[in-house]
């Protein structure tokens, strides 16, 4: 890495431990909404834009970077939502700086440190660390025979297939083992996933997705923009700020701008939209649906229909991410 490249970098870090000080200095010291407002969001996208400056030629770092910058916003966000709501003792500097070490999070609540000296609770995170390390063996082993055999080679449906099989893999092998030593070092951390493979719609696959973006999503998007009240206007909002996220780590690290991002998050609002809507209308027109829609086959239908939403326009999400991540061209 030269020189310059390991200034920006740094420069990067600095910026985010600052807006934890300046964070906490407006949302605590302020005493009007509008003044909150008004040197916040600024600070915000100025914390966003500066690891833009970082060169092309490094793109699994500035990926690094661009999630450890906008995990620092969304936990800024969060707290200065939720800063009335919370308890006396959850406004401490000191607690509210610490929370920023737990970075597997976005709920400013959730990443208090129990106590470094208490031992963690039931087996430590000890089970959740040997299954990332057995994801992470199955995906390293899937990989290294793909590379041999050359099987990605064969055509490029096949070349995306294998990829995102090998994505997953290892994708919740890491996830696993980060929860597992978040255990370890006491944070009071839940699944990342909520068995989202065994879904039987598009909306309950992206609920027990990446549990805390979807947590953060719900209470700082949804809730905010339509809510129960307007359930379409806030799952909009939700699908399309999650796509304009990943277009944020991913497009701009890989320095291809593109929308495809936006685009596959939007056919997944679609395929919710639609799978709401059927749901009513079976509901209400067929007699025997309430009985019907329990039974094996049916369960069956809609689990396959379901991974269907997800995968098939899924090459829109790896034609970008193969680009920070080059697995089978490294």
Request: glycine share 6%; net charge positive.
């Amino acid at each position: 890495m030269d020189p310059q490249t390991l200034l920006l970098v740094l420069a990067v870090l600095f910026t985010n431990i600052l807006s934890r000080f300046y964070g906490f200095w407006v949302i605590a010291r302020l005493d009007t909404h509008w003044k909150k407002g008004l040197f916040f969001w600024p600070a915000i996208l100025i914390q966003l834009l500066v690891p833009l400056s970082l060169p092309k030629e490094h793109p699994w770092l500035k990926w690094l970077l661009l999630c450890n910058t906008c995990f620092h916003a969304f936990k800024l966000i969060d707290y200065y939502y939720r800063y009335e709501s919370l308890p006396e003792k959850d406004r401490n500097f000191k607690r509210f700086f610490h929370s920023f070490e737990c970075l597997y999070t976005a709920d400013i609540r959730k990443s208090f440190v129990t106590s470094p000296l208490t031992p963690p609770a039931g087996n430590g995170g000890r089970g959740d660390f040997y299954r990332g390390l057995l994801y992470l063996a199955l995906g390293t082993t899937f990989l290294l025979l793909n590379r041999h055999s050359g099987w990605w080679r064969l055509s490029p449906q096949l070349d995306y297939l294998t990829l995102g099989l090998e994505y997953y893999l290892l994708c919740v092998g890491l996830v696993y083992l980060g929860v597992g030593i978040h255990k370890r070092m006491g944070y009071e951390v839940e699944g990342f996933f909520h068995e989202p493979a065994s879904a039987r719609s598009p909306g309950e696959f992206w609920a027990g997705w990446n549990v805390p973006v979807h947590e953060w999503l719900r209470d700082n998007v949804y809730k905010r923009v339509g809510g129960r009240r307007h359930p379409y206007r806030g799952l909009f909002a939700t699908f399309l700020f999650s796509g304009l996220f990943h277009e944020y780590i991913i497009s701009l690290a890989s320095n291809t701008l593109n929308g495809f991002m936006v685009a596959y998050f939007m056919t997944q609002f679609v395929c919710v939209v639609f799978s709401i809507s059927l749901h009513r209308f079976l509901n209400q027109y067929l007699p025997d649906y309430s009985r019907m829609r329990l039974t094996r086959p049916f369960l069956g239908v809609k689990w396959f229909l379901t991974l269907s939403c997800v995968l098939i326009p899924v090459s829109l999400f790896i034609h970008n991410f193969k680009k920070v991540f080059p697995l089978h061209t490294f």
